[in-house]
């Protein structure tokens, strides 16, 4: 069976949380299916590897209009691919057209990551595309239950969607090598309690609330990922008086991601808005048993954190109450360690990459059947 996977950015470089779910997910597949992604080169160059057992066809781009590569030959090469069923990553205007121009007699599964949010202007334009796609995909997954109801997938095709929670391979964020001796490093650089954030700085991910959050917080605050070290940010802060709480450390690598959320005491989500449907950085922290303070979305993020169990939950934009439930476990060290426990254990029952990727190729084998 060959599955080929289309979305508009792969990983590596792009470090973005879809990215790396398709990048675990083919790797995973790889040993039962020839798992195939197809994606822009971001380059006018065509780039084809293969990485961990998963060929990677890199197709040349010519620029992007409202986040949409522009990408003339991906048909052409989608056609060349010979998929047994094409899996297309939501939203994504070039896969999505060039699978009914090259593929569309080829069966169709969608994951639904995200609405179209940003360029929702061209929404009424771009609805007949959609309803085609909804209308010929065979599955479409959804990561949680709560982002059904939320979608752009018309009533009349739900009873295609099916729920596969991300998962992630627990084992990958122990620390090796002397990362232990970084990670101990850290903790007596910032000489106290450690919150963390990591994420691309994004307008619904809640930065300003948790800067916010920091004025009477009890401790320091990491933020890593791409633009955490803006100028806005650092501006935000400075106005605040909080700037010596925050160590902003823009992307990082994978071994230094380790270090980060093993050092740290509290991981936080503080996104307030549903654009946030699932939250995966939740489950790296709560791999490496540390308790959650996220928002109270009415979307996956939900179906990760469990208040007073694997953490703490709040309003969304409250900075008073985000502050409250941070100071409130940097306060107590043995709640910490119940809620870390409690994490570890609900990511390895519920969010493993092996449930993930059985319950995928459930998926693959209904959708072949029919």
Do not use: W
């Amino acid at each position: 069976m060959r599955v080929v996977h289309v979305f508009k950015d792969c990983y590596p470089p792009t470090t973005g949380g879809v990215e790396q779910h398709i990048s675990l997910l083919c790797r995973r597949l790889a040993g039962t299916v020839d798992a195939r992604i197809l994606a822009p080169s971001r380059s006018r160059r065509r780039v084809e590897e293969n990485v961990d057992g998963v060929r990677i066809v890199r197709i040349p781009e010519f620029g992007r209009y409202a986040s949409v590569p522009l990408c003339p030959t991906a048909p052409l090469e989608l056609r060349r691919l010979r998929p047994d069923i094409v899996h297309l990553h939501f939203p994504n205007p070039m896969g999505e057209l060039s699978h009914l121009a090259s593929a569309p007699g080829k069966p169709l599964v969608v994951t639904y990551h995200a609405d179209i949010i940003k360029q929702k202007a061209f929404l009424p334009l771009y609805r007949p595309v959609l309803n085609l796609i909804f209308k010929k995909a065979r599955k479409i997954i959804f990561s949680a239950e709560q982002n059904i109801p939320l979608s752009l997938v018309p009533p009349a095709f739900r009873h295609k969607c099916a729920v596969i929670p991300f998962g992630i391979e627990p084992e990958a964020f122990s620390l090796r090598g002397g990362e232990g001796a970084e990670a101990e490093a850290l903790r007596r650089q910032c000489a106290g309690p450690m919150v963390l954030f990591v994420g691309a700085a994004r307008y619904y991910k809640g930065l300003d609330v948790l800067l916010r959050a920091m004025v009477p917080l009890k401790g320091r605050l990491i933020m890593a990922g791409r633009d955490t070290q803006s100028g806005s940010l650092a501006s935000l802060a400075a106005g605040l008086g909080v700037q010596d709480k925050v160590i902003a450390c823009g992307e990082v690598s994978e071994s230094r991601l380790r270090v980060l959320l093993n050092a740290a005491d509290i991981f936080v989500l503080p996104s307030i808005d549903r654009c946030e449907t699932f939250g995966i950085g939740q489950l790296e922290a709560m791999a490496c048993a540390k308790p959650v303070v996220s928002t109270d979305l009415p979307t996956g993020v939900r179906s990760v954190n469990r208040h007073g169990e694997t953490g703490l939950v709040v309003p969304p934009a409250d900075a008073d109450a985000l502050s409250g439930a941070l100071n409130l476990l940097l306060s107590d060290p043995g709640l910490r360690a119940e809620l870390g426990r409690n994490a570890r254990s609900r990511v390895e029952l519920e969010f493993s990459a092996g449930r993930m990727v059985s319950k995928t190729l459930e998926v693959y084998g209904e959708v072949l059947h029919r």
